[in-house]
């Protein structure tokens, strides 16, 4: 399961079997068999996804858990998470992929995918009538990719919004409904965009600001009062998140990791990581690799 090389990347997007796709959007829904012979290697995409499963059931590694699925389900995937399918399963379900991109076309559109892609757990158990209610978004964003009707860009980013907006809004996000105005949208947008990208090499709170020219209080203060984090908080999370990663996917030496995610040495990486965990990044390989091995 594990191994030195490279873990690759997938663009789900252009996996797109239509005669005319949408640009940074794609939606299927399929019946598929995973078997042990044929199980995925470990993948990270490009893309958000959301998956809707609706009969049947199917297991699979997210970053370090291993999941169950059953359905009624919805599970839900951001860029950088580490993922692979394992047998033998057989499920029914809905999956939507987009890019970033192509919700950033509406002003507001970039909170809401934040807000319903940015959670405790990627996979939810839904009731018959939550899986009713997204379905209804799914069938009109499936209709419309077939239609090729005019606008059919434009409705389907606002079903794909809606979509997103009812997934925030389930009972188990535990998200707090913020109105955000558009200096605060732009703030925040700008900020997730430039963490995603500088989480491992910028991990001060100031780098930000200054790419944003902002205060380094005033970045703060924004990202937490929408996001109900400090801009800090956010960027050390990521490097914790990734940290994880790489102990239990990869055979990289603690030092190594610690390298790779911009620390000083590997003392300051054990020291950061039983700060944010509770656990020695050895202590944790060593617990999540029994666990599921």
Partial sequence: MKNNVIIPVYNYVECAD????????????????????????????????????????????IDFEKYTVKAPALILLSPDQIHQFMGDSLCESVTVSFEQEFLMEEPLSGMVCWAACVFQTPVIQL????LKELMAFAKLMLKETEQQQPLREVIVRNLLNSLLAACARLPQREIETVQADNVQNRIVRQFKELSDIHYKDKTQVTHYADMMYVTPGHLNDTIKSVVGKTAKQIIDEKRITEAKRLLFWNEHSIKEIAWQLNFEDDGYFNRFFKKHTGHTPAVFQKSIREKYN
């Fill in 18 to 61: 239509v005669a005319n796709p949408i640009k940074g959007f794609n939606i299927n829904r399929t019946t598929y068999l995973v078997k042990p012979s044929g199980v995925t290697e470990p993948h990270r995409r490009v893309n958000y996804s959301v998956t809707l499963v609706l009969s049947g059931e199917i297991t699979q590694f």
């Fill in 127 to 130: 009731t018959d009538g939550q």
